[in-house]
């Protein structure tokens, strides 16, 4: 009966309170594609982190899948990851794109597996209304993208191919090397090249590599 109750608890709320795991996918429904973060989505995550995060500060771990998404729901999430006591690492499963890719930002240790990939690029936005109503949506899409770019900007100061190319180098130039990768669309880099950016800590190697996940932190 426990071990039913387990699974029925992975498939209904998406958590499985005794390992402190969070699986963190689009909610099953009538679309035929995947319809990414958004509000369902933040809204069962951020009761479940929530709920662990209250038990006891023991490490998080998250088992990610998504397409991207919602800006609002991706930066609740994002919120949620950073206000929390307890160590959390999230591992990717098949991309880390658009919203996904800030969202693993957020976490204390990030993870790829092996033959997942990280995209980033400037969101897609679309305005209705009045002239200032058109005015005032666009300034806050430029505000979105500056935390964007800072979001980024702080992972890959730190990394590999930032300290190899800008000795000693600023934010700044850190941000400008983003905005030229993402100048012309879509960025995209293999689990091997989003480390060597900063944007994740490690690549997932064998079946006993995610012990050792879960046991970051302690």
């Not at 880099?189 to 046991?215: E, M, P, Q, R, T």
Request: glycine share 8%; with cysteine.
């Amino acid at each position: 009966m426990e071990f039913t109750d387990v699974i029925g608890d992975i498939h209904s709320y998406n958590i499985n309170i005794k390992s402190r795991e969070i699986y963190l996918h689009s909610h099953i429904g009538n679309e035929d594609e995947d319809p990414g973060i958004e509000y369902k989505m933040a809204s069962k995550f951020i009761k479940n982190i929530r709920t662990l995060d209250s038990i006891n500060s023991r490490p998080i771990l998250i088992h990610m899948l998504s397409v991207g998404g919602d800006w609002q729901s991706g930066m609740a999430i994002y919120d949620a990851i950073t206000m929390c006591k307890s160590f959390v690492s999230t591992v990717v499963y098949g991309q880390a794109e658009s919203m996904s890719s800030i969202v693993l930002q957020a976490s204390d240790n990030r993870v790829m597996t092996t033959h997942s990939y990280f995209m980033s690029h400037y969101g897609n936005g679309g305005y209705e209304g009045n002239y200032l109503d058109v005015q005032a949506a666009s300034k806050y899409d430029k505000y979105c993208c500056d935390v964007m770019l800072d979001i980024y900007s702080s992972a890959f100061i730190k990394s590999k191919v930032f300290k190899e190319s800008y000795k000693g180098g600023t934010i700044d130039k850190a941000r400008n090397y983003i905005t030229r990768k993402m100048k012309n669309g879509d960025w995209y880099l293999s689990a091997c090249g989003a480390v060597d950016h900063g944007f994740a800590d490690y690549i997932l190697g064998s079946k006993y590599d995610l012990d050792s996940v879960k046991n970051e932190g302690k």
